[in-house]
């Protein structure tokens, strides 16, 4: 909807039989700057393509159709670790399309509020600098700023683990815990975000970015977020929809698992993991939490 101020676009889905008026965005209707197709070939004719798919969905995606998006612009939208193969959706592009250009767009934004031309600003990552910076203007509009970096690593880790973190004040707001326990969980889990992606590469101004810290600072105070509404319903023992897309959950085991397998220490996704695999109950979190060894911030 948003890049459709610069020139036409194609929406790609497998279904669309929705017409112009997607129930997975209630309330706007696709302008005419927006040509829908289910047809695949056709769509990946463009030169860039935004891929803006469920993270867990994107490796078997690429499996199928990888062939099609090879010497691409390829910029994926998702936000999460593949649970399989512990990586990424940059390394799983790049690995799929080994002749294409890899970017990640990510950063605080609710696809609502860009959908409707409220002022948004982004992160585009992309490794090579060239390229990221045609990438940033040419999906830039007058209501959608785009920052650029070369820190892929960093952009596209700040934007899975601000999920995992997001759940954990849900969590913490459903159960009752308080305002001044969120603010813990979502400083200290900053910490863990920031030293899982230091270990794994990563620049840490860019996890003070819109991509780190914006992002987290949107996704754990905000009701539109489906991390943080998930957490809510865990932290108040209701029940979720099982067909909403809650990225962080699937995250959450593959943080613990690349955590393990690293030796780095990630109390708050870890704990998240086991919530969300119904291992562990809320009250028994947040003692775990609350009784770890002191130690120097
Ligand atoms: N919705 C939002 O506000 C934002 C979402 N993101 C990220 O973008 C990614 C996608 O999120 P949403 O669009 O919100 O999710 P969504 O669940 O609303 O939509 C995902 C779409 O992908 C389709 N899909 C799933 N598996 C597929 C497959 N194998 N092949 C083809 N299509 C498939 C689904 O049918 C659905 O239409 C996630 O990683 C999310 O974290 C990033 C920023 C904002
Ligand atoms: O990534 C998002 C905001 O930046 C969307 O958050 P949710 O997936 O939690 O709705």
């Not at 109390?267 to 979190?285: N, S």
Request: contains cysteine; glycine residues 10%; aromatic residues 4%.
């Amino acid at each position: 909807v948003a890049l459709s101020a610069n020139g036409p676009v194609t929406l790609w889905a497998r279904d669309t039989s929705w017409g112009r008026d997607n129930p997975r965005l209630p309330g706007v209707t696709l302008p005419q700057g927006v040509h829908v197709t289910d047809d695949l070939p056709a769509a990946t004719a463009a030169d860039t393509l935004l891929l803006a798919l469920p993270a867990q969905a994107l490796g078997g995606f690429l499996a199928d159709h990888g062939a099609l998006l090879d010497s691409k612009h390829l910029v994926s939208t998702a936000k999460g670790i593949d649970l399989s193969r512990l990586t990424g959706p940059s390394t799983l592009l790049t690995q799929a399309c080994p002749r294409a250009t890899v970017a990640v767009l990510t950063g605080p934004s609710f696809a609502a509020d860009i959908a409707r031309g409220l002022p948004t600003a982004l992160t585009l990552a992309c490794a090579d600098a060239e390229a990221g910076r045609a990438l940033q203007h040419d999906l830039s509009t007058p209501v959608l700023r785009l920052y650029r970096t070369t820190d892929v690593t960093g952009a596209e880790l700040g934007g899975a683990l601000k999920n995992v973190i997001a759940i954990a004040a849900g969590v913490v707001i459903g159960a009752g815990l308080g305002d001044s326990a969120r603010a813990a969980i979502i400083t200290r889990g900053f910490a863990e975000m920031t030293r899982l992606s230091a270990r794994l590469g990563a620049r840490p101004e860019t996890l003070t970015g819109l991509s780190g810290l914006g992002d987290l600072t949107l996704t754990c105070t905000s009701q539109q977020s489906r991390n943080f509404r998930y957490g809510q319903a865990l932290g108040a023992r209701q029940p979720f929809d099982a067909a909403t897309t809650v990225e962080g959950a699937a995250t959450a085991r593959a943080v613990a698992a690349l955590a393990g397998k690293i030796g780095c220490d990630m109390p708050i996704a870890a704990m998240v993991a086991r919530l969300a695999e119904g291992r562990m109950t809320v009250d028994d979190a947040a003692q775990h939490l609350m009784t770890r060894p002191l130690k120097e911030e």
